[in-house]
């Protein structure tokens, strides 16, 4: 058997199928960043045949404690995936390609039972020595992990015998190569000072990032190491997945680099509208792969549904651990797809700027954070942009390795300054707003701001000429410039140079609805930094005013 005609291979072909809607966006997305390794079109990457082998054949010899099969034939197809993609997918060194592994899947899709193949699998195949991990919020979910793992060996003939594993109370010792595995609760023991060749962190949504983050500390010094994150949703807004999955995405979207494998199985942004949840079929298949081709998972899910239709009170429940969709946060969703943006992208030229009238967005932020401007015009009904990013030169570095953003190239492509030090030179971006006339040939009609940290900015601008209008920060008045910005990008109406921080400012945005179903962009509900798109949403208000009641001088902003 070779990786080419193995299932994990089947099963990627079948997600990329085009008319195939069972399979979400994402995980279509890694199928086919995966399938580039296979076909041999990642210089850095390639799948090794010959620990495929070794995988195979002990795959063979594990029996499946529930079909009473080997566990060659028994495993999910999803799980083949995972555990092909991410223990045979090499470096040309050699050492594993993969460091973290993300899996975003519901309940009762045998994410526990796949998680103790793959500590299995560990324990036989690294190094001598080797220690492994699992990290979950209390005892009773850490030992769920152990306990399949015990299940599974018990099973198998070939692998009960102590000369192969030993089960003790707190640990599953492989005698063959002195391996262990050690199950951890959060709640109870330290995370640090123990050295992880691999960890697996269970029901990371239940979890803050603390326990995470300490095992991969303990990795530093390791060249080949793995990580793997795995959970349902949680209502929650402060656990390590929110990041975990955030980062994968970001990965997948290649706004950022990074070895993370990611099988995020939850419903596309499309399938959440209003309750299509209630009757729409694909976001169960999507959340659910097993249901896919199990139809007494599937039936089961179906009556959780209508449970959760017909009681309020189960809905949480459902709609998190069933469906992947965050019940608490349903009122936040993502602005705009990254695909629908990037379609907007346009080559620069910088001569179309001549002679435009142009509207400039501020969000000057604090003085340690980022900084944004952003220049708009509309012409032939379409949308025009260039928007720049501003931070503090001394926290580059810093702000790169926190925030997963590689500053340093952003500079270069010129869509971001570095300026000041530890603090951001607001006069240097005073002297950018004024140097845009003579730099691209436009006419300034008017500079939109948030009062907050703009007011010594705005007064110095106003000396030099430029009409500045304070924009209030408020649902009814952001509503409508943030409804046009993302019906224009549908449409294909908007237009913007190419510019990778834009396109993560995008990307990091949520959008919140107040009571009165007026939508806005929430810089704390964000996944990250989103200047950039608040800079642009006050630049099209300004547009927007303009185009509404088309004289500047009977101009009235909603305060």
Request: proline fraction near 3%.
């Amino acid at each position: 058997m070779t990786v080419d005609s193995g299932r994990a291979v089947e099963y990627c072909k079948w997600c990329l199928k085009s008319k195939n809607k069972k399979v979400p966006g994402y995980v279509k997305k890694q199928a086919r960043r995966w399938m580039h390794i296979v076909n041999g079109k990642n210089k850095n990457a390639y799948v090794s045949e010959k620990s495929y082998s070794k995988i195979c054949r002990i795959l063979k010899l594990m029996v499946h404690p529930d079909l009473n099969i080997s566990m060659y034939d028994g495993l999910e197809d999803y799980s083949w995936f995972l555990i092909t993609a991410v223990l045979c997918t090499k470096n040309r060194d050699g050492s594993r390609y993969y460091e973290t592994a993300v899996l975003e899947i519901c309940r009762k899709n045998f994410k526990t039972f796949t998680s103790a193949v793959i500590f299995i699998l560990l324990m036989l195949t690294e190094p001598q020595f080797s220690r492994f991990f699992s990290v979950a919020p209390d005892r009773d979910l850490s030992s769920e992990l152990k306990v399949a793992v015990k299940k599974i060996i018990k099973s198998s003939p070939l692998l009960y015998d102590e000369s192969v594993f030993k089960i003790l109370r707190g640990e599953v010792r492989c005698n063959i190569n002195d391996s262990v595995y050690v199950p951890l609760a959060y709640s109870q023991d330290r995370m640090d000072g123990r050295l992880a060749n691999a960890f697996l962190a269970d029901e990371a949504g239940a979890m803050d990032s603390y326990p995470v983050e300490a095992m991969r500390s303990s990795q530093i010094t390791l060249t080949s190491k793995l990580g793997i994150i795995i959970s349902t949703q949680y209502p929650n807004d402060n656990n390590v997945m929110i990041d975990e999955i955030d980062k994968a995405k970001k990965v997948l979207d290649g706004l950022i680099p990074s070895r993370t494998f990611a099988l995020l199985y939850e419903p596309d942004d499309r399938l959440l509208k209003g309750d299509a949840w209630q009757t729409d079929n694909l976001i169960i298949y999507q959340s659910n792969p097993v249901a896919v081709t199990n139809a007494n998972i599937f039936a089961a899910i179906v009556e959780k549904r209508t449970d959760a239709i017909l009681y309020p009170n189960k809905r949480e429940n459902y709609l998190c651990k069933h469906n992947n969709i965050k019940y608490k946060g349903l009122g936040v969703e993502g602005y705009v797809e990254i695909s629908q943006l990037r379609a907007c992208r346009t080559i620069p030229d910088d001569s179309f700027w001549q002679g435009k009238d142009v509207f400039i967005g501020l969000d000057l932020s604090q003085t340690n954070d980022n900084t944004a401007v952003a220049m708009v015009t509309i012409y032939e009904d379409k949308i025009y942009s260039k928007v720049f990013g501003f931070i503090p030169a001394d926290r580059k570095d810093y702000k790169s390795k926190i925030e997963q953003v590689d500053y340093d190239k952003l500079i270069r492509q010129g869509c971001c300054f570095a300026c000041g030090s530890e603090v951001i030179d607001y006069r240097f971006v005073e002297n950018f707003i004024l140097s845009l006339p003579e730099k691209y040939g436009v006419n300034i009609v008017q500079v939109g701001y948030d009062r907050y940290n703009a007011i010594s900015s705005v007064q110095k601008l106003e000396a030099q000429g430029l009409e500045c209008v304070e924009i209030k920060q408020h649902s009814s008045v952001l509503h409508s410039p943030t409804k046009l910005l993302q019906e224009k990008i549908f449409d294909k109406q908007f237009c913007y140079s190419e510019n990778l921080m834009l396109e993560i400012n995008f990307q990091n945005a949520r959008c919140t609805e107040d009571t009165n179903l007026n939508k806005y962009v929430n810089k704390k509900k964000s996944a990250g930094k989103v200047d950039m798109v608040v800079a642009l949403i006050n630049a099209l208000y300004l547009a927007q005013q303009e185009m509404l009641f088309g004289t500047r001088d009977n101009f009235v902003v909603q305060t």
